[in-house]
């Protein structure tokens, strides 16, 4: 017979039920497969994939890429999937039932999360501006001018932080913070699940009409030829093959706190092995197809000024807002390419930018029992506030730059590492999260899934981190043509990587309030059957 008294008994394991009516849930797993791909879907699949290809082989790449994805991006995307689904909690909870010793690793994701919160949102409103300058080509005849000069009006880094505003970079960062601030009040299924099932359908759409449009562009055929033209001899480069994990690891949302969250709003006899396979080949499928709209334009773009392609070939922001700004002044129906890509940014943005939020909301809901607006609140007042200061002044280029090299590298990376030896190794979960994954999956993953994320997903990703150290200690970091100050690397780089592993730390000292229990939630089928 227990000593203690009701009042001071733990909390019993919640029941599924009991959670979906706190927390909120998607209405089905078609829901959840389209907010999952929402989430990979975004900027990096648009601007990075294509130059990574283009920069490692070719053609040559998909090998690497599609080996990656096989033994890094889906085992990872499973384990993700595993600890959401069947802790039934966010990132931080999640890592406490599974053991109270890990929830700092949860907290190390959300603060990770809300960092890059900050900037993707930032991109998204200069792509909103963008969308209006291309009805009109209101960035003139040399948009790479346009970009750091009239919009941005960037500062030089070597003279200090700016703190003057740039009213362009300002009203349309606002306007964005408060488009996000309703889709996150509304709730899991009515904002984070209703945006999703929306936008991926309209997203997939414009970007295949941005890519009939471009193959038949003249010189689309150059691009594609520079392209998908192999260079097998790459593949004998560990450096391809670093690449080809990093873009998988990257573009698939794992590792920081976004499958974990959404995997938790799903009901307990989901599908999550046949989830994660049809998530995984729709990434890669869009990134191929973002590949081919990409380089057929590039390909035009080369013809067009005379110069071979290697000279118009740029990823990231020079992509987005100077070589297609080129691109759109000199295509026939410049403008139509213009809105469908510029469109095709804001909705694969704002489906990620909500899944990024949605770590850190899940997080502050469990921990302090918050309602869905109070929570809301307070997460996207304080973000609001510090992702207008730092990006709407015209040190915005250099902080961006700076805090997503490292915050991608350093952060998601070795928090991706460190988790997959700490939960394999030491807290040996292993045989319980196949256990779950097979009960209810329909791809069975004994065997094959064990063996990969135990050992060759945390050496391949171990290697990518050591790599990018590496080149990162002997090279000083900085844009083409930019002396960043090393104080400013300092701060921005390494100083917002330590500050978020040290936040996540002192976040887990908080205590759980006496009513949220640590404890693995009960199926509600397992419920009757105990009670009979």
């Given at each position: 017979m227990s000593t203690q008294s009701p009042a001071s008994q733990p909390p019993s394991a919640p029941t599924q039920q009991a959670i979906e009516a706190k927390r909120g849930a998607f209405s089905s797993r078609k829901v959840f497969i389209f907010a999952a791909i929402g989430s990979a879907v975004g900027l990096g699949n648009i601007w990075r994939f294509p130059m990574e290809a283009y920069e490692n082989g070719g053609g040559a790449f998909i090998l690497p890429y599609i080996i990656a994805l096989l033994t890094a991006g889906i085992?990872?995307?499973?384990?993700?999937?595993?600890?959401?689904?069947?802790?039934?909690?966010?990132?931080p909870l999640a890592f406490a039932r599974t053991h109270s010793k890990t929830e700092w690793l949860g907290w190390w994701q959300v603060g990770i999360c809300f960092v890059i919160a900050l900037y993707y949102a930032a991109i998204l409103a200069w792509a909103l501006r963008y969308t209006i300058f291309s009805t009109n080509k209101g960035w003139g005849d040399d948009p790479?001018?346009?970009?750091?000069?009239?919009?941005?009006?960037?500062?030089?880094?070597?003279k200090g932080l700016s703190t003057e505003f740039v009213a362009g970079l300002l009203i349309p960062l606002v306007i964005v913070w408060i488009a996000v601030v309703l889709i996150m009040a509304l709730g899991v299924?009515?904002?984070v699940g209703a945006t999703s099932v929306i936008f991926i359908p309209v997203l997939v759409l414009a970007f295949l009409a941005l890519v009939v449009r471009s193959l038949f562009l003249p010189g689309a055929g150059d691009g594609l030829n520079a392209l998908f033209t192999p260079d097998w001899a790459a593949l004998s480069d560990t450096g391809v093959w670093a690449a080809a994990y990093s873009q998988i690891f990257f573009s698939l949302s794992i590792g920081f706190g976004i499958m974990i969250t959404y995997s938790s709003y799903v009901g307990r006899k989901t599908d999550m092995t046949g989830s994660g396979l049809v998530?995984?080949?729709?990434?890669?499928?869009?990134e191929l197809l973002?590949?081919?709209?990409?380089?057929?334009?590039?390909?035009?773009?080369?013809?067009?000024q005379g110069v071979d392609i290697s000279e118009v070939a740029t990823g990231g922001p020079g992509l987005a807002f100077v070589a297609f700004p080129t691109i759109i002044n000199e295509a026939p129906a410049g403008v139509v390419i213009g809105l469908l890509f510029f469109l095709s940014l804001i909705l694969a943005g704002i489906t990620s930018l909500v899944s990024i939020l949605e770590v850190v909301i899940s997080a502050i809901r469990d921990k302090f029992e918050l309602s869905r607006l109070g929570a809301t609140m307070a997460v996207c007042v304080p973000a609001t506030v510090i992702s207008i200061f730092f990006f709407s002044t015209k040190s915005a280029l250099s902080v961006l730059d700076i805090v997503d090299n490292f915050i991608n590298k350093f952060g998601i990376l070795l928090v991706a590492v460190v988790s997959m030896v700490v939960l394999i190794w030491i807290v040996r979960a292993l045989p319980d999260f196949?256990?779950?994954?097979?009960?209810?999956?329909?791809?069975?993953i004994r065997g094959w899934w064990p063996a990969l994320i135990a050992v060759i997903t945390p050496l391949a990703l171990a290697f990518v981190l050591i790599n990018d150290f590496t080149d990162t200690v002997k090279t000083k970091y900085g844009l083409p043509d930019t002396d960043y100050p090393d104080w400013m690397v300092g701060t921005f780089g390494w100083g917002v990587v330590a500050a978020v592993i040290i936040s996540g730390v002192v976040a887990s000292l908080v205590k759980w309030r006496p009513e949220t229990s640590l404890e693995i939630p009960v199926a509600v089928d397992q419920t009757v059957e105990e009670n009979r």
């Open positions: 085992p990872f995307l499973l384990l993700d999937y595993v600890m959401g689904h069947r802790s039934r909690g966010s990132a790479d001018a346009f970009f750091g000069g009239d919009f941005l009006q960037a500062s030089d880094p070597a299924q009515k904002g998530v995984g080949f729709a990434n890669s499928s869009f973002c590949g081919i709209g990409v380089f057929s334009a590039l390909g035009f773009m080369a013809q067009a196949v256990e779950h994954l097979n009960a209810h999956g329909s791809v069975p």
